[in-house]
């Protein structure tokens, strides 16, 4: 069975430094497809960036980078010049059949 | 605005009671999903449907039912509602040709069961 960990409960940055959210994935699959999703105090979920396990680099999505290392099975979320409105819980996800199976989330606070 | 619409977005009601849940996918897109988010379960995957046809089920209960409409709107049914089924229900979809699978989340409806 598919399994994501995310082991940071809650994350401290302050605005304009960089911070990772790590993320690590158990699969048999040798194709799969891991996102992450940020819900901020509000509660939506918002789509942040989608990595292939056959894409040969890494995912860039504005101030988003994934760093994806198949063999460690990681794929951490890197943010650049954190800003306040980062704050938010952070999820990983992994395709799992037709559905998103969701690692529990880190909580990130970005402070002035 | 990822596109897609759910209502209502907050719901109270008693335990015992029956509610349902709308969701519109975005435009075009034919899949629809319907997650779950408790504090003690986190997010969980309860059913899809694909152009009117359940493609697959998660962990739903059996007194939670859905279905999709001819005009791709989806309606998530929960009935004899238990203090339990508190939790933020979210409706996604997924556009077809799209090679990544991404799913784009409604804004979710919040249930509270009193």
């Known amino acids: 069975a598919q399994k994501i960990t995310q082991t940071q409960p809650g994350m401290f940055v302050q605005e304009k430094e960089a911070v990772t959210l790590d993320c690590t994935y158990d699969?048999?699959?040798?194709?799969?497809?891991l996102f992450w999703y940020k819900q901020p105090s509000s509660g939506e979920m918002i789509f942040l960036i989608y990595q292939g396990s056959y894409d040969e680099q890494n995912a860039t999505e504005g101030r988003y980078s994934l760093n994806f290392q198949k063999a460690r099975k990681s794929a951490n979320l890197v943010i650049s010049a954190s800003q306040l409105g980062d704050s938010a819980m952070y999820f990983c996800?992994?395709?799992?059949?037709?559905?998103?199976?969701f690692g529990k989330g880190t909580s990130l606070l970005v402070t002035p | 605005d990822s596109g897609v619409t759910q209502t209502p977005k907050h719901l109270i009601t008693a335990t015992g009671q029956r509610v349902t849940l709308r969701c519109s996918p975005r435009?075009?897109?034919?899949?629809v999903y319907w997650y779950q988010q408790s504090l003690d379960q986190g997010l969980q995957f309860l059913i899809q449907?694909?152009?009117?046809?359940?493609?697959a089920k998660g962990n739903i209960l059996e007194r939670f039912s859905a279905q999709q409409f001819p005009d791709l709107h989806s309606e998530l049914n929960l009935s004899s509602l238990e203090l339990g089924d508190s939790a933020l229900y979210f409706c996604a979809s997924r556009p077809d040709r799209e090679v990544t699978d991404t799913q784009y989340f409604g804004p979710g409806t919040r249930l509270t069961v009193l």
């Open positions: 449907y694909y152009n009117g046809e359940e493609r």
């Open positions: 435009s075009g897109d034919l899949s």
């Open positions: 996800a992994m395709k799992s059949g037709y559905a998103l199976n």
């Open positions: 699969t048999s699959d040798q194709s799969y497809g």
